[in-house]
């Protein structure tokens, strides 16, 4: 057993100008306190626009100032909302790769889905589709870790062209993986997708050893299919808490928290309705709560107990399966000073019970998960590498990304790359050629300027845009001049004058052949006008332009 | 004046297993030492996919982790990206406050458009829409902090629906905004938005008057219309920095960090093509360098020399009207031990000479400005306040986000245009001159060659980019041989041999200026090198190639 500490930031109103500050400034010194006195990790939720119940808004930053005030303690999202219009995926890579540098490989990667109508609404983000969206980003998300360079993404949810999503984490392949299980079905995702569930659904001891076999059953069948490159199976169970040696004090210290908690979470959640900006969840929970009773021994009321009560209920806890109680202290109007002195004891009556012989009990269940999770593994799409490296193309690739799905058809390509390349055509040159008629360029290329456009592009040869060509290329220029390119091997060399046995003739204007190496004239559009005369592979015809430094038609 | 310390987290392939994590901790390490010495800032800045260049893809990770090593010292976002699908805008607003909260109000909140090709086209952001995008972004931001709930969003680049954006920052109404300028011309940009403008031009102290006057002018002046709910007038600058009581000893620790600094930043930044995850841009760097030359005396090696020295060259900045010094001392290879002794010996003898009196003058300017600074802020739109509660509706929300976004304006036609331009880099130019030596291409470039594309040049002349610019630009090139372009009315006529009376030289490489006018190599590279080297109007010369047909620098 491992235990956490979990933080929503909650701030019943009324809110004084200093409310948020202190609020958090506790919340640092209660994880300090908690990595001293033992605790395994602390979580810390993302929420956004949830007025009073969570203002965890950037748990990143939150998490990262914890890191340096901490030693062991490990430093959970739990969790970090994967819909893309939340968090682009790459942002979602860096920030959890940088806080596992800044805490030395310390972080748990806790995803999650968003559920709020606060949340959804405020991003768009479509609820029938969220789930799919979660699982996307979680491919493409892991992928970022361990892929060098991140091979690219096309998926209805994100589009991104290859690139090396850095920093990298120190935990290889990546930091543990989790997902939020507010229904106690979404567990069973988590087995499936073989990695840890984080379950708020507050369950009697006893439930939960029906989820935990269910969890372990389905993680280590062949219905697990991996969501990461590196399994993670754990079964957490986040419950609030407060200790205290007197039961009755643990319970008044903590019990406003806890029913505040579960009151606030309805009505972000249920159908309540929630007007930005206005009213208080605190006034309405604290007027309505006479009439919602004792919490009793409602389970929801958690652990609020003795030492004593705790070790028991934890140990139930254990029987059960579970691999982590997560304790929520800081909740509703409950006080920095009781949430102290409840981690101090904790720390030094419970933590101890369950510390002994942990690591064997955890390396036996390695061992005995170790062929089911390596099976697993092996049916997971691997890591992908790129045959060849990928040049940026930033216009095309902003294209790209921008483009509504399903693509637009090639026609359409075709047509921005022409237009493109009337448009801009190729710097000097083109700007040279801009406007000119034909008897002045072809006053200005004379024999000369001729020699030197061909040596040019003989030195420009591409071979990688040749298709394996080898063999001659006539070029005819009108008024009368006559060159060609011989390509052998992986270069070509002009000369003057006709070849033996040319592979392809062009004929043309000498004013057009520097348009078209300008980009400012298409080809084909010489071609269909009669001004461009081609004898031998027409094919070839087409690629000229590009072999020798001239700009792609396509 | 103030100071401060710079991030880019550079680190210089090969790699290490523990490269990037031990890059992270000696920064924390170097940013305690600071605060302890007395620096005011230290300034994060937030790339992506610029492997080598810069592993700063979470800031608000790292700055959150610094917060809690120090006490007095500053956090500078330098910058956050803010197109919107970089970041989403509530993103932006929960991260700073985050921030401002755990750093007890220490944060200033730097703003950029994003620049480079590897992050534009990895997030899909259209460059020509890029600087709307980031005004849309940064009303919405300040709105986000100072509306209580945010009265919502409708604009070509987000549509969001009102929520109350928590938490809030503890500096009201917000952090200090400011915005980077990497083309000297944003500075007016920052003083019309009434926000700070940070430098990364960097400039002469000379030329910084001329900036600085222009700034407050225009930050006085009806022009001025504030971006956010504060003013924020100050103008930093950002250099390179070492110090050492040896200035030989500073110029040898921290020449390599700058030299790499420059030419990594025009690897990304210029028309050079990048492979994610391929090359060493170190290995190019250290390969070409015997090439670049020694940095000399040229002021853009930035602040490497003694205390006296540093003294003496941040009281000419002063002078200039500077109000803060940014220095980049972890950059390249530098060492960490080096930049820790640099801190302190700076710290001790540099820190103090500008301390006294400082108070007195900040307040004196507060008070000179204010009549100004209040004009200004009333010609901003106000905070706005919900005449009616609003009730979420999560459906019609997600479809009302999920709606197309209005087709893009002109620019899309600017858009193609640069598209074909950057595509081909000059095509044919720069297919040629790609991976030649600079010997190879000398001996190809012999005077028949120099006349040509001179002559090519002057035909090329676009009055448009001129500036209005009269008189005669000449070129040395080296090995020997002078060429002078006159521009006179809207032509530009060439001629061989020196100049009566050129308005500015350019000397450089003859291999250098091809590759300038192919678009290769970026002049600024060249020029922080010491290959090309300047004498008369440096403005002029940021232009020169644009306005002879080559690529636009910007």
Request: aromatic share 8%.
């Amino acid at each position: 057993m491992r235990f956490g500490i979990f933080y929503e930031h909650q701030l019943p109103r009324p809110w004084k100008p200093d409310s948020e500050q202190r609020l958090y400034t506790d919340a640092l010194d209660q994880i300090e306190l908690a990595d001293r006195v033992g605790f395994d990790y602390v979580w810390e939720v993302e929420h956004h626009f949830l007025e009073e119940y969570s203002h965890s808004a950037a748990p990143e930053v939150f998490l990262a100032a914890a890191s340096q005030r901490t030693t062991n303690i490990r430093l959970g999202h739990g969790i970090i909302q994967l819909p893309q219009q939340v968090n682009h995926p790459a942002r979602v890579a860096e920030r959890v790769a940088t806080l596992d540098l800044v805490s030395g490989g310390r972080v748990d990667f806790g995803t999650g889905e968003a559920s709020s109508a606060a949340e959804l609404g405020g991003f768009g983000v479509a609820r029938e589709r969220k789930r799919e969206m979660w699982q996307d980003a979680l491919d493409c998300v892991t992928r970022m870790f361990a892929e060098e360079p991140f091979a690219g993404w096309n998926s209805p949810h994100l589009r991104m062209p290859p690139r090396n999503v850095i920093p990298k984490p120190v935990q290889k392949p990546h930091p543990p993986l989790w997902v939020a299980c507010s229904r106690r079905e979404t567990i069973r995702l988590a087995a499936r997708n073989g990695i840890g569930a984080l379950s708020f659904a507050f369950v009697h001891p006893e439930d939960a050893a029906t989820w935990s076999r269910d969890y372990y059953r389905l993680l280590a069948s062949e219905e697990c299919v991996p969501a990461g490159f590196a399994v993670n199976a754990n079964l957490a169970v986040v419950l609030p808490m407060m200790c205290h040696e007197d039961p009755e004090e643990a319970r008044r210290r903590g019990a406003s928290g806890a029913g505040f908690f579960a009151y606030a979470l309805a009505h972000y959640y249920g159908p309540s309705r929630h007007e930005p900006g206005r009213g208080s969840i605190w006034a309405d929970f604290a007027a309505r709560r006479p009439s919602l009773g004792a919490r009793g021994d409602d389970p929801l009321a958690g652990a609020l107990g003795s030492p004593q009560q705790l070790v028991e209920l934890v140990r139930r806890y254990e029987e059960a399966g579970v691999d982590q109680m997560i304790f929520v202290l800081q909740a509703g109007p409950n006080r920095h000073e009781h949430i102290c002195e409840s981690l101090e004891l904790f720390g030094k009556k419970v933590l101890p019970v369950f510390a002994d012989g942990r690591e064997e009990r955890e390396r036996a269940k390695a061992e005995r998960l170790a062929p089911a999770i390596g099976a697993a593994l092996a049916r997971r799409a691997p890591v992908r590498v790129m045959a060849r490296p990928y040049q940026m193309d930033e216009d095309a690739e902003v294209a790209r990304i921008g483009r509504r799905a399903p693509a637009a058809g090639p026609g359409e390509r075709l047509r921005a790359a022409r237009k493109a390349a009337r448009r801009g055509g190729q710097g000097l040159l083109a700007r040279f050629v801009g406007g000119r008629e034909d008897r002045d360029l072809e006053r200005w290329f004379g024999p000369g300027q001729q020699r030197l456009l061909f040596g040019l592009m003989a030195r420009s040869f591409d071979p990688a845009k040749a298709g394996g060509f080898q063999g001659t290329l006539e070029f005819r220029l009108e008024p009368a001049a006559t060159w060609t390119i011989s390509v052998r091997g992986e270069r070509a060399r002009m000369a003057q004058g006709r070849a033996a046995d040319p592979a392809l003739v062009l004929a043309m204007p000498a004013a057009d052949l520097l348009r078209v190496l300008a980009g400012t004239v298409n080809p084909a559009d010489l071609l269909m006008s009669g001004k461009l005369r081609v004898e031998g592979d027409v094919t070839l015809a087409s690629r000229v332009a590009e072999m020798f430094g001239g700009p792609s038609p396509y």
